[in-house]
């Protein structure tokens, strides 16, 4: 029998390995990150050779140019991987406190290694392919806590140039995703339960260093600023309404979410901004009754710098990993 010529989008996986020198590929995985809907570009620039012939055409000839890949993907809140995410993209140290659940914690990175964080070499499985990607930089981190749904996160690499390899034995993590419901939400230092969606995006300017060394691939991925925003979703509580009060009045609240896996009452994930403005908040009727939706950004603070300088947020995981991630 022939062997089609389609393939089937769900065997397809990601994982990556921390690089100990900058674009250097690490040969397997020491992550494997369940994967929802990757998305790989070899973003090629092309060069058109306009040069007059003298011809009415104005296009003669294409040239490939620079190129960096990028990689995007979701997945959902699971123990051994999302600190991993925020480390990446924070860049910060991880230094494992206590003897057991081990407490790790992580913020933006300001001394050291000027500022860059470490580049990881990605793997995923496409199609009749597996590519491997070196000095890739976490460009974008999306979470979203909405009540109804597994928490996510939506991850977008920037990274040199992929090239395929033989494929390594595929060892997806055994972690159990975490639902929404199970996390806790605390503003201004007091838990509350009015909020319904809760979203964050973690973003760094982020840039292909294009130099001339004789190939397409960049040398390296310039990691920049780091800049936090996202929004809110609450029932509205009227005139007293803590978000629209907090919108009006400039008010610049801490804001805290904590999730953990079901039935594990020691180990979780959270997310710390101890400085939040609100850019805008509005609420509306909707069919059943009032809801408040604000958007908010993460102002760079000192309580949440670890090592110094300052940072928009700070994130801590719990767990029974007693090494740094």
Partial sequence: MTAPTFGAGYTQWVGQAPETVYGTAQSVPTYWTPADSPKYVPNLKMLVDGALRGSQAAEFGQIPGMRYD????KTYFYLDSVFLFMRQLLGGTDVPTGAGPYTHTTSLQNTGNNGQPTGTTLFFNAFDKTWQMPGAILQEAKITLKSEEL??????????????????TNTPTTAVAMPTWNTTITLAGSATNRYSE????YKRETKAIDV??????????????????GSLTAVFAGSTDVDWVNYLTNVQPTLVSKTAPVGDAVNFIQFALSKVGYDQASFEAGADYYEIKSNIRGIANSTDAIGGGL???????????????
């Fill in 151 to 168: 928490a996510t996160i939506e991850l977008t690499y920037w990274g040199l140039p992929a090239t395929a390899i033989t494929a390594p």
């Fill in 198 to 201: 809760l979203d964050l995006d």
């Fill in 212 to 229: 001339i060394n004789g190939t397409q691939a960049p040398g390296a991925i310039f990691a920049g600023p780091v800049t936090v925003s």
């Fill in 70 to 73: 990028s990689l995007t993907y």
């Fill in 311 to 325: 940072s928009p947020s700070k994130v801590t995981l719990t767990s029974s990993v007693s090494t740094a991630i």
